[in-house]
């Protein structure tokens, strides 16, 4: 079946706008992630959805990202006032919750680059 | 929070050689380590993972051992291909409920032919 799918693939923004980032996870599964790649870094992890818990989103580094999954499929990010530094590959992952089944799928990324 | 290290950030192997990459984690409640490879502008994808009721697991050239008492656990790779040139990145989840992903820094492989 259908992989992750994220979409734009790269977003060129002035600073100071605001972006939005579309996550499409594979079809029933129930866990959606957010993660950052800087260039030439790790995956910085940013925000978790499961189920119809509350999200984790612990690892949003300031209150100009936020994110929300609507329909406990499609998720989407949100940085305002994007700043130089936001700059980055953002990630989307999903899994499916089984008894030990914690394999994350990645999508492609978009590449955000704030001018 | 969860601090994972990875060494070493480069590695050259020649050909037909091993690898082994080396990862350490902090939070001893962590229990699932899976292993990513992210070939140069491509998606990381799974290769393998262990759960911490395993001490080693191996599926055909690769390999993952976990020492839960030291907290580190490694990568084997042997008989390198050229294909298996990426980075590779190391990761840690405590599971049951919190499977956020804290990632190693990565390591650069090349394998020369």
């Known amino acids: 079946g259908a992989g992750v799918s994220q979409s734009p693939s790269n977003k060129v923004t002035e600073k100071g706008k605001d972006v939005e980032l579309r996550c499409d996870p594979i079809?029933?599964?129930?866990?959606l992630y957010w993660y950052r790649q800087s260039l030439g870094q790790g995956l910085e992890f940013l925000i978790y959805?499961?189920?119809?818990?509350?999200?984790?989103k612990s690892g949003l580094p300031s209150d100009r990202f936020s994110a929300e999954r609507t329909g406990g499929s499609v998720s989407t990010l949100t940085i305002q006032r994007t700043q130089q530094e936001d700059s980055a590959v953002y990630l989307c992952?999903?899994?499916?919750?089984?008894?030990?089944?914690?394999?994350?799928?990645f999508g492609p990324g978009t590449r955000l680059t704030v001018t | 929070g969860e601090n994972v290290e990875q060494h070493p950030s480069t590695l050259s192997v020649q050909e037909g050689d091993s690898a082994v990459i080396k990862c350490t984690y902090s939070d001893s409640a962590s229990n699932y380590f899976p292993w990513y490879k992210q070939e140069l502008g491509k998606r990381p994808q799974l290769i393998i993972d262990?759960?911490?009721?395993?001490g080693e697991k191996k599926d055909q050239r690769i390999a993952v051992t976990l020492n839960k008492t030291a907290k580190h656990f490694s990568l084997h790779i042997t008989e390198t291909q050229p294909e298996d040139s990426a980075v590779y990145f190391c990761a840690a989840s405590l599971g049951f409920g919190n499977e956020k992903l804290t990632f190693g820094t990565g390591t650069r492989l090349t394998i020369i032919p």
């Open positions: 959805f499961q189920g119809n818990s509350a999200p984790d």
């Open positions: 262990i759960r911490s009721n395993v």
């Open positions: 079809s029933g599964h129930t866990a």
């Open positions: 992952a999903s899994s499916l919750e089984l008894a030990g089944g914690y394999e994350q799928y």
